[in-house]
């Protein structure tokens, strides 16, 4: 499948809204991605889309009949995959004096272990460098062990616990962040590049400057 992770425009927020819900609690509001993409001087969303396949031709669908209709609908294919969109997970970073700041990840719940969530996060990596940051830093949910997983192969360590964090339930947050040295330069190029082996991706985010408004 072919991959561009690109700047989220307000057009997205639809559908970054619809996966943010499935994920977090509490969701981030619709101003507050317009806020980000449209006024922050400090922020950097991503996005992960593919592209859309297209519909099913009417004269092929009746040709094929209601069945193979309903099996395409089954295999989430044709017209039932085009409902879910094409954005397949988002990001955003803070860009704030010398720390990048990883203010949400999510991918697609449909989508999840086929390595999307690491391209988000190697986007924003290669985008904190860009932008000359020493440091990336992030919360994390204590429970959650997957996040923690993607974030320690990218180098992040634990630097200190959040009591109650999260308001839903005062859960704890670790802090996490990794120092962007020379070493850490290195094993990210490696990563990154094992990243552009595995998927068929265009990277338009990491290395362009953020779009003017
Ligand atoms: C965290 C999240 C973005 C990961 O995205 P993903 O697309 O499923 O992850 P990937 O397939 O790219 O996997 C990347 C790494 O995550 C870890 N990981 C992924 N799935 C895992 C699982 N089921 N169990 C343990 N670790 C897992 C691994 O370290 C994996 O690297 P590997 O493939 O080399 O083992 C995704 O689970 C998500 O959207 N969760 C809900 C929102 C969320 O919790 N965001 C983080 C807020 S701090």
Not at 62 to 75: A, F, M, Y
Not at 124 to 152: D, H, P, T, W
Request: net charge positive.
């Amino acid at each position: 499948m072919s991959l561009t992770l690109r700047y989220m425009q307000l057009p997205d927020i639809q559908q970054v809204a619809a996966i943010d819900k499935t994920c977090f609690q509490p969701p981030w509001s619709r101003d507050s991605y317009a806020f980000e993409i449209k006024e922050s001087r400090v922020s950097h969303m991503v996005v992960l889309d593919r592209p859309v396949e297209p519909p099913i031709a009417p004269a092929r669908a009746r040709q094929n009949g209601w069945l193979s209709n309903l099996g395409e609908k089954l295999r989430g294919n044709g017209r039932a995959l085009n409902r879910r969109g094409n954005i397949i997970g988002y990001g955003g970073l803070w860009k704030i004096e010398g720390e990048a700041h990883v203010s949400t990840i999510a991918t697609h719940p449909d989508f999840r272990g086929n390595g999307y969530g690491e391209i988000l996060l190697a986007g924003m990596f290669g985008k904190a460098l860009r932008l000359n940051a020493e440091f990336i830093v992030l919360e994390v949910r204590v429970s959650n062990a997957v996040a923690q997983g993607l974030y320690q192969k990218y180098g992040f360590s634990r630097c200190g616990r959040k009591r109650n964090y999260y308001r839903n339930n005062n859960e704890d947050a670790w802090d996490m962040r990794v120092k962007l040295d020379r070493e850490t330069r290195r094993q990210f190029a490696g990563l990154y590049d094992d990243l552009l082996d595995r998927h068929e991706l265009r990277d338009a985010y990491s290395w362009k400057a953020r779009p003017r408004r």
